[in-house]
């Protein structure tokens, strides 16, 4: 299966917070690929993958760091794809530097940021998986799917009120 969808991790560390989002990836059928590359401990290998990356065929980047997290930025910098920041919360700052270093992008430099951690990562699939079926309507239908799972479990765990606190 042909990668559209490249994963860059600031660190190693990462992979326990956005394996979700590979998993869901993986389930639905999407082919990506994941990488470790830091903003500031590898610049080079930041920049070429993210310049390298459309000729590879991939279509979307989601890019997970913590701490100073400049790693989105530097990708969006380096390519015209559209590039989903997850920031993760690795400092002594709990994931409030990782977010405002994601989110605080000059203007004609867009990220898309997602929530911190894990629930970011499985998002910024979710998010990535969207844009890749403007075209792809196999991917427009587990959309749908996915929506309508949504709407079952949140219906299911209302049920587990009991009923004379429900609205009916």
Known sequence: ?????????????????????????KDWGVGFEVTVASAHRAPRLVQTYAREAPGRGLKVIIAAAGAAAHLAGVLAAETTLPVIGVPMASSSLQGLDSLLSTVQMPAGVPVATMALGSA???NAAVFAVQILALSNPRLQEILREHKQNLERQVIEAAGKIPSEYRKT
């Open 1 to 25: 299966m042909t990668a559209e969808v490249g994963i860059v991790l600031g660190s190693a560390s990462d992979w326990p917070s956005v394996e979700p989002a590979a998993a869901l990836l």
């Open 120 to 122: 970011g990562a499985r």
